[in-house]
Every structure is written in structure tokens, then in C-alpha cells.
């Protein structure tokens, strides 16, 4: 077992464990915590399973197999950033109806309370 | 006149200015009902503005930007059912002599937005020859894709039709919103014009458009009116 391969299954180990606690103490909500254990799965799939590895590295052309792994790591970062810029561009649109509302309604009151 | 007029002011700390603003179109007509969206000021715009009587004042929680606060502002109208809206700046750079000729423009019933141009005749504050570089820069990229030109698009000074103000409350910039407001209200088919106003340079305070924000300005008013102009009209 190569040095790179061991590293790689104890990060995804971790990875996973991690998420893994945070969502059981409501750090992460159980919705945004299934795109992670889904990366961290397929990651120490790839890492365990070394033949499987390199089956897709000779498919995709990479000579040397664990940098598909980075190759991977790399894909995965990418869409979970875009995950959470589709989040926060959500939340940012709720926060401004939020706030426009808390605006409107703080009018009516005043209103009411001077009648 | 039978149609209900609503001037709104998008303001953040604008305590030098606001209450001058708000009493010169209380000269021209005392019809008029003037809305003041105070932006999460940190100084007492709030305050001033409340204290010309029946100004209508309402308080953003949190500091929104302007698309946000003038959103804010149209969907007070739409909820009132006012039949002409005018946006204006309350720093004092719109000269208020103009509000009744946006609004005699909208009494036909006929345009849905109209845009004060400081270009049309030439005169007053005319704004730097960098800016008016990227302004025609826009004016082109606008060209093309609403086929129409519009002198002046990042005019803030413009009156809207109810029917306008109701697609802006589903959707509105958040920032820098005048150029993209065009191509929403002509994808959505509104009929926009433009009318000759002049501008004065801003009483106080500095344009928040300088330097590396000027780039991100054109940069981003590009981009979104490039996506803009390939999305469904109805979205």
C-alpha cells in the first residue's frame, strides 16, 4: 500500500467522521451534510479500493493514478462551491423579502398605533 | 387629476440634503405622496425625513443597497395602488422642477417607464469624460439588446407605470440597478422614453462610483444584461 494511498484513506475517514458529528450536533443541516458524506464516500472509495482506481485513471488517460484522486478532490471543490453560492444566493434573496416585509409591516403598525 | 402619485427616495445618510429634497416637491404639489426608504442610515436621516409633515418613511432593518431599497419602495406602491411612481436621489442631484414633467409624460397611460436624461438637451451636470465613455459603452451593449437607445441609463431620475412597478417587486437588482431595469422592462415588453431634465453635481457626499468600482460596475451591468437579455421574459 503506497504512503499516499494510507493518507488519503485516513482524510477521507476524517472527513467523513467530521461531517458526520457535525450534522448529529446541528452544525450542518442534514440537507447541506448529504453533498459532503457523498464526496467523502466516493473519496475513500477511490482510496480503498486502489484497483478501481486505477481502472479509471488508465480509462481517462492519467499515468499515474493517485492524482486522479487530486483530480477528483479538485471536481468535488468545485461543485461543492457552487452549491453554496446557489445557497447564499437563496438566503440573500429571502433576506431581502425578509426585510422589505419587517419595513412594510413596521409602517402598518405605526400607522394603527397613531388611529 | 385622479391618479395617485408616489415619489420615493431611496436614502442612506443623507441627513444634509433630505429634508431640502423632500420640501421642494412639496412646493411643486402638495398631491403628491413622498416615500422615504431609509437605508439603515447610521446618522438621523430618519429622524429629518419624519419631521417634514406626512412624509411617508419606511425603515430598512438592514443596509440593502439601492436595488433593495427602491424595491422596498415598490412594493409599498403596488400595495397601495399608486398609479405613477417617481424615484428620485435624496442627495439633492435630481432638481425636483422635473417630477411634474416625468409625471405629465406618464398621464397618458401609454409608457411604463420614463428617464430622465441629462443628455437629451445638454445642459446642467454632464458628469465627467470618463464616465461618459463607460455610459456610452453601456448605451451600445443596451443597443443591442433592446434595439433601443437610451441616452442616458444610469439616470436614477425616472417615473414608472403601476404595471412596471409590479414586475420590478418580483424582480429587481440589487445593485447598480438603472441600466438592467431596461432590458428587464423590455423583455417584459414596457414601453420606456426618455425626457430632457438637467442634474445638478450632488449637494453633498461623493458618487459611489469611482475608481475600482467603476469596473465592477461596467463589468457587472455587462454580464447581467448579457444573462438578462437569454432569459425568459416572465422570469
Not at chain 1, 487530486?70 to 453560492?85: A, E, M, N, T
Amino acid at each position: 500500500m503506497d504512503k499516499i494511498q494510507l493518507i488519503m484513506i485516513c482524510f477521507s475517514f476524517v472527513l467523513l467522521l467530521f461531517i458526520i458529528i457535525l450534522t448529529r450536533f446541528n452544525r450542518i443541516k442534514v440537507q447541506y451534510s448529504l453533498i459532503w458524506l457523498f464526496s467523502g464516500s466516493i473519496l475513500l472509495l477511490f482510496s480503498v479500493f486502489r484497483s478501481l482506481l486505477d481502472t479509471m485513471a488508465q480509462f481517462v488517460g492519467i499515468k499515474y493514478a493517485p492524482s486522479l484522486i487530486l483530480l477528483i478532490v479538485v471536481f468535488i471543490g468545485f461543485i461543492l462551491g457552487i452549491h453554496l453560492s446557489i445557497i447564499i444566493s437563496k438566503l440573500t434573496e429571502e433576506n431581502r423579502t425578509l426585510a422589505q416585509e419587517i419595513a412594510l409591516f413596521a409602517n402598518r403598525i405605526e400607522k394603527l398605533e397613531k388611529e | 387629476m385622479d391618479k395617485k402619485i408616489l415619489v420615493i427616495i431611496p436614502a442612506y445618510n443623507e441627513s444634509f440634503s433630505i429634508v431640502n429634497v423632500i420640501k421642494s416637491i412639496k412646493s411643486i404639489s402638495t398631491y403628491i405622496d413622498i416615500l422615504v426608504i431609509n437605508d439603515c442610515s447610521i446618522d438621523n436621516t430618519e429622524e429629518l425625513a419624519r419631521s417634514v409633515e406626512s412624509t411617508i418613511v419606511l425603515n430598512l432593518p438592514i443596509n440593502m443597497g439601492i436595488g433593495g431599497a427602491i424595491q422596498t419602495g415598490f412594493k409599498y406602491a403596488a400595495n397601495k395602488n399608486y398609479d405613477i411612481i417617481v424615484r428620485m436621489d435624496g442627495d439633492g442631484q435630481h432638481d425636483p422642477k422635473y417630477v411634474l414633467d416625468l409625471i405629465k409624460t406618464m398621464l397618458n397611460g401609454k409608457n411604463d417607464i420614463v428617464i430622465g436624461s441629462r443628455f437629451i438637451n445638454k445642459k446642467g451636470f454632464q458628469s465627467s469624460f470618463v464616465r461618459r465613455f463607460g455610459k456610452t459603452i453601456l448605451q451600445f451593449f443596451i443597443y443591442l439588446i433592446t434595439k433601443q437607445v437610451i441616452s442616458d441609463s444610469t439616470s436614477g431620475f425616472r417615473a414608472y407605470s403601476a404595471r412596471a412597478v409590479k414586475i420590478f417587486c418580483k424582480k429587481y437588482p440589487d445593485d447598480y440597478p438603472e441600466p438592467e431595469e431596461v432590458i428587464i422592462a423590455k423583455k417584459n415588453r414596457l414601453k420606456v422614453i426618455e425626457i430632457p431634465v438637467e442634474m445638478r453635481s450632488r449637494d453633498y457626499g461623493k458618487s459611489s462610483i469611482k475608481g475600482l468600482n467603476s469596473i465592477y460596475y461596467m463589468i457587472k451591468v455587462i454580464i447581467a444584461s448579457l444573462i438578462e437579455s437569454i432569459r425568459s421574459s416572465n422570469g
